[in-house]
């Protein structure tokens, strides 16, 4: 769709990245520590000045106790999960993953030539615990839950959490793979965080980007935080996948996230969404609730009978915005009537897209 909007000239709501740049204070602080001596390989697991920073975050963010041992600084998420889903999935194994799912799962575990369960969310986007519950067995090596939740920007709230981990203490072999990548753009304001949930500490990996956190999505840069005997397993796959992430980029956040207010990075996308979903109260889309990410879902059943890919083809050639068709995001694909908007950015944009949308 990205391509498309490029070819088109339309605003692109459908890529998810950040369309303003970053802070200055960012790009000062980029600019001086190319002056230090961060041109040479990074230590393996990452730099310990990062790492300190990160362990800092989980203990401020969610009182959890871990050691900069704990934490493996990756290139980005994307990295992340594969080196994770390589180091613990084996043939044959079932790996639970919920539709609609972020698009790399499925091919690490299809890597592995291991056997992808897929669950979906109910008719309103929210998480089934029973049908996850159902579709767990025995071989359930690993399952990923991704919260807050691309690509339908809602949060399963703690009711939810907390039963999920209810169900997952039944299956003390099931590894955990926590996607909070968004971790820090929850509007609800309840601890959903799988680090709360310490009886899982064991068998449970966090997962992280700074690309989100920092809106530097190019930068690359995530981190995934696993116990000692975990991420032991997983540091033989990222040895030889990466070795070490850009040394530069890992210096430059870590001194960056010495004066950067993660507790403000929800407010700031929520007077986005705000933003969007108001210059959207006069058109025909119906929007779904959206507590957490930079996406806004809308139904478009009131204004179409064409499924959700070919209308938003049709919207991106005709009317001149870009958004993504969340069915594509689905392995069966349950219905077709959703459209994603990425509310990450200026507000100019937003109000203009939205004028557009209103006119349908
Ligand atoms: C749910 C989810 N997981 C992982 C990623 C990948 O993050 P990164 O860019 O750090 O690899 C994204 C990026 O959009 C995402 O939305």
């Known amino acids: 769709m990205s391509a498309l909007a490029a070819e088109t000239g339309a605003i692109n709501l459908s890529q998810g990245f950040p369309g303003f740049p970053v802070s200055e204070d960012f790009k000062r602080i980029l600019a001086d520590t190319i002056h230090q001596n961060v041109h040479q390989y990074a230590p393996m697991q990452g730099l310990l000045t990062l790492r300190e920073q990160i362990r800092q975050v989980v203990d401020q963010e969610y009182q959890r106790k871990i050691g900069a041992g704990d934490i493996l600084i990756t290139a980005g998420a994307t990295q992340a999960i594969f080196t994770v889903v390589q180091a613990l999935v084996n043939e044959g194994d079932e790996v ?8 790399c799962y499925r091919p690490a575990i299809d890597l592995v030539k291991a056997k992808a369960v897929h669950v979906s969310l109910d008719n309103e986007l929210r998480l089934d615990v029973g049908a996850i519950e159902d579709a767990l067995t025995p071989k359930t090596r690993m399952i990923i839950v991704n919260n807050p939740h691309n690509p339908t920007g809602t949060v399963f709230p703690k009711s939810q959490m907390d039963s999920l981990v209810g169900v997952l203490e039944k299956y003390p072999d099931c590894f ?9 753009i929850n509007f609800l304001g309840e601890p959903v965080s799988f680090n709360y949930y310490p009886q899982l500490f064991d068998r449970l990996i966090c997962i992280s980007s700074f690309g989100k956190t920092l809106h530097a ?3 690359k840069v995530g981190y995934l935080t696993a116990p000692d005997k975990i991420m032991k397993e997983i540091l033989k796959v990222h040895q030889f996948l990466v070795f070490s992430v850009s040394h530069f980029a ?8 010495k004066i950067f207010d993660i507790k403000e990075l929800a407010g700031f996308y929520r007077a ?3 933003i969007l979903s108001n210059s959207l109260s006069k058109s025909s889309l119906k929007l779904m609730p959206c507590s957490g990410t930079y996406f806004q879902v ?4 009131g204004v179409t009978d064409m499924g959700d890919v070919d209308y938003a083809i049709w919207l991106t050639k005709e009317k001149g915005v870009a958004t993504i068709p969340l069915s594509v995001f689905y392995t069966s694909q349950p219905f077709s009537n959703y459209l994603r ?8 944009t ?11």
């Open 96 to 103: 639970l993953i919920i539709d609609p799912a972020y698009d």
């Open 176 to 184: 955990i793979l926590a996607d909070e990548v968004y971790e820090f």
């Open 217 to 219: 999505t190019g930068w």
């Open 250 to 257: 890992q210096s430059a956040i870590a001194e960056y996230l």
């Open 272 to 274: 986005k969404q705000e």
């Open 298 to 301: 809308v139904d478009i059943s």
């Open 341 to 348: 908007l990425c509310f990450a950015k200026d507000e100019e």
């Open 350 to 360: 937003l109000l203009k897209a939205g004028d557009i949308l209103c006119q349908i």
